[in-house]
């Protein structure tokens, strides 16, 4: 077994490569059968080789951007979802190539047909291999060790992965090291879940010592040291965390990158605004537009714009839960779209929010939030963004200890380029459901353990 676990990558990268290979040998056939005879001056096989090259460098960063070639990583329909994005978003930037090259508008039907056959073939390319590799590679075997509280929130997310995990134990780390030790050989992974600063290093060094995978969930302290600077002035090792958030330069740039996407955005969507807008109104005659006080950088409270999807009376009660019976029948259609949030390219444009960001959390929420979770005010480092981190790896329901581990990895990690990921990935996420599903029902919030979230941020 653990010879086979050392081919797994090996496995990837051959399974991606012949998928990248094939996308190049479909818009070759494509490029010399359509659109090189439409070319008046043609070119040499330097320059057949450049605009092949080009759709392929297309191909694998948008796939890799997308999260596309994690075959034995992501869920089937991640896979997929990502696949069909790269190529499609591969085939339009390819097409004004194409255009260039020509000098002239030329028939997109070749470069639909091509998109249409990689999907079918991206498809059944990943179930192939998805299933060979659950074949070769089962779940593997792990024990949860944990601190004050049961961690049955996390058992149940890693439970929804069973192709790739298989939760067979749980223990509290109270039990004392030598059993935990004892029990740790026994399986394939140990998992270690809110424990105690002093425990979860000890345990940690004797999995490393026994060469035992370890899963930890990591504690804001954890997120911020991952980002810091190594300091090798002397032969003592240092780290340095800057605790500035984004410097004068990445700000400036990032208020370029959301004046461009913003007006770009609002043109184009404009008449989609219209329509909703007038589907609103004709509906039940209230307002268009939805404003709430939400928080931004350094907490400064500005007003939200938002389409309303509930009723004029419910709009500003109380936070969305699941199956909420507020939301209009126009409400769930622009929820579904996800486009009840167009609105807020303005709050982008006026430079009250920014593209990519913390998500704008109600003031009212928030108060709440910080008694309990004291460090969710970390997240006003930066502007609030329409999306973000925990926008793209949470959900609207993800409890506000985890909403502020994602933000404080996004602000501490920040680059133009994280910025370029995460709005290609939003893309992906559109055509997600419990994205932006409601808390349950009995809850008030998004808080659903505060006793337990008082442990957390204790050690």
Same mark, same amino acid.
């Given at each position: 077994?653990?010879?086979?676990?050392?081919?797994?990558?090996?496995?990837? %990268?051959?399974?991606?490569?012949?998928?990248?290979?094939?996308e190049?040998?479909?818009?070759?056939y494509?490029?010399?059968?359509?659109?090189?005879?439409?070319?008046?001056?043609?070119?040499?096989?330097?320059?057949?080789?450049?605009?092949?090259?080009?759709?392929v460098?297309?191909?694998?960063?948008?796939?890799?951007s997308?999260?596309?070639?994690?075959?034995g990583? =992501?869920?089937?329909?991640?896979?997929?979802?990502?696949?069909?994005?790269?190529?499609?978003?591969?085939?339009?930037?390819? %097409?004004?190539?194409?255009?260039?090259?020509?000098?002239?508008?030329v028939s997109?039907y070749?470069?639909?047909?091509?998109?249409?056959?990689?999907?079918?073939?991206?498809?059944?390319?990943?179930?192939?291999?998805r299933?060979l590799?659950?074949? =070769?590679?089962?779940?593997?075997?792990?024990l949860?060790?944990?601190g004050?509280?049961?961690?049955?929130d996390?058992?149940?997310?890693?439970?929804?992965r069973?192709?790739?995990?298989?939760?067979c134990?749980?223990?509290?780390?109270?039990v004392?090291y030598?059993?935990?030790?004892?029990?740790?050989k026994?399986?394939e992974?140990?998992?270690?879940?809110?424990?105690?600063?002093?425990?979860r290093?000890?345990?940690?060094?004797?999995?490393?010592?026994?060469?035992i995978?370890? %899963?930890?969930?990591p504690?804001?302290?954890?997120?911020?040291?991952?980002?810091?600077?190594d300091?090798?002035?002397?032969?003592?090792?240092? =780290?340095?965390?800057?605790?500035?958030?984004?410097?004068?330069?990445q700000?400036?740039?990032?208020?370029?990158?959301?004046?461009?996407?913003?007006?770009?955005?609002?043109?184009?969507s404009?008449?989609?605004?219209?329509?909703?807008?007038?589907c609103?109104?004709?509906?039940?005659?209230?307002? #268009?537009?939805?404003?709430?006080?939400?928080?931004?950088r350094?907490?400064?409270?500005?007003?939200?714009?938002?389409?309303r999807?509930?009723?004029?009376?419910?709009a500003?009660?109380?936070?969305?839960?699941?199956?909420?019976?507020? #939301?209009?029948?126009?409400?769930?259609?622009?929820?579904?779209?996800?486009?009840?949030?167009?609105?807020?390219?303005?709050?982008?444009?006026?430079?009250?929010?920014?593209?990519?960001?913390?998500?704008?959390?109600?003031?009212?929420?928030?108060?709440?939030?910080?008694?309990v #979770?004291?460090?969710?005010a970390?997240?006003t480092?930066?502007?609030?963004?329409?999306?973000?981190?925990?926008?793209?790896?949470?959900?609207?329901s993800?409890?506000?200890?985890?909403?502020?581990?994602?933000d404080?990895k996004?602000?501490?990690?920040y680059?133009?380029?994280?910025?370029?990921?995460?709005?290609? =990935?939003?893309?992906?996420?559109?055509?997600?459901?419990?994205?932006?599903?409601?808390?349950d029902? %009995?809850?008030?919030?998004?808080?659903?353990?505060?006793?337990?979230?008082?442990?957390?941020?204790?050690?």
């Amino acid at each position: 077994m653990k010879k086979r676990k050392g081919y797994k990558h090996l496995l990837n %990268y051959c399974a991606n490569l012949i998928m990248i290979l094939f996308e190049m040998m479909c818009f070759s056939y494509v490029w010399f059968v359509y659109y090189n005879p439409l070319m008046t001056n043609k070119f040499g096989e330097r320059g057949h080789w450049g605009v092949i090259g080009l759709y392929v460098l297309l191909a694998f960063f948008f796939t890799q951007s997308l999260g596309g070639f994690h075959i034995g990583y =992501l869920e089937a329909s991640d896979i997929f979802s990502s696949h069909a994005l790269a190529i499609i978003m591969s085939a339009v930037v390819e %097409y004004f190539i194409v255009v260039l090259a020509v000098r002239s508008y030329v028939s997109v039907y070749p470069l639909v047909c091509m998109s249409v056959i990689e999907i079918i073939f991206s498809i059944i390319w990943t179930m192939l291999v998805r299933n060979l590799y659950q074949k =070769l590679y089962p779940p593997r075997r792990m024990l949860v060790i944990y601190g004050n509280y049961p961690p049955d929130d996390l058992i149940a997310k890693i439970n929804s992965r069973k192709d790739k995990y298989n939760i067979c134990m749980s223990v509290s780390y109270k039990v004392g090291y030598v059993k935990l030790y004892t029990m740790a050989k026994e399986y394939e992974a140990v998992v270690l879940c809110d424990l105690p600063a002093e425990a979860r290093n000890q345990i940690m060094k004797y999995c490393y010592q026994e060469s035992i995978r370890t %899963y930890v969930t990591p504690k804001i302290s954890d997120i911020l040291l991952s980002a810091a600077d190594d300091i090798h002035l002397f032969d003592s090792p240092l =780290l340095l965390l800057r605790n500035e958030g984004l410097t004068i330069d990445q700000r400036f740039f990032k208020r370029i990158e959301d004046i461009v996407f913003s007006l770009i955005g609002i043109i184009i969507s404009s008449p989609l605004m219209l329509i909703i807008a007038v589907c609103i109104k004709l509906y039940d005659g209230g307002p #268009v537009f939805f404003k709430q006080p939400r928080y931004t950088r350094d907490n400064e409270v500005f007003m939200v714009l938002k389409f309303r999807s509930m009723s004029v009376h419910d709009a500003d009660s109380k936070i969305t839960k699941k199956g909420d019976t507020r #939301v209009t029948p126009v409400g769930k259609v622009i929820r579904a779209a996800h486009v009840d949030e167009l609105p807020q390219l303005f709050n982008i444009l006026k430079g009250e929010m920014s593209l990519v960001g913390p998500r704008p959390e109600w003031k009212t929420v928030v108060d709440k939030y910080v008694e309990v #979770v004291p460090e969710f005010a970390l997240r006003t480092k930066v502007k609030a963004g329409l999306t973000g981190y925990a926008q793209v790896y949470g959900k609207y329901s993800t409890t506000p200890y985890d909403k502020v581990r994602l933000d404080i990895k996004y602000i501490e990690n920040y680059s133009l380029w994280l910025d370029l990921k995460l709005i290609l =990935l939003t893309v992906k996420i559109l055509f997600k459901k419990d994205k932006t599903e409601g808390v349950d029902e %009995y809850q008030s919030n998004a808080l659903r353990n505060e006793s337990a979230d008082n442990d957390k941020k204790q050690v």
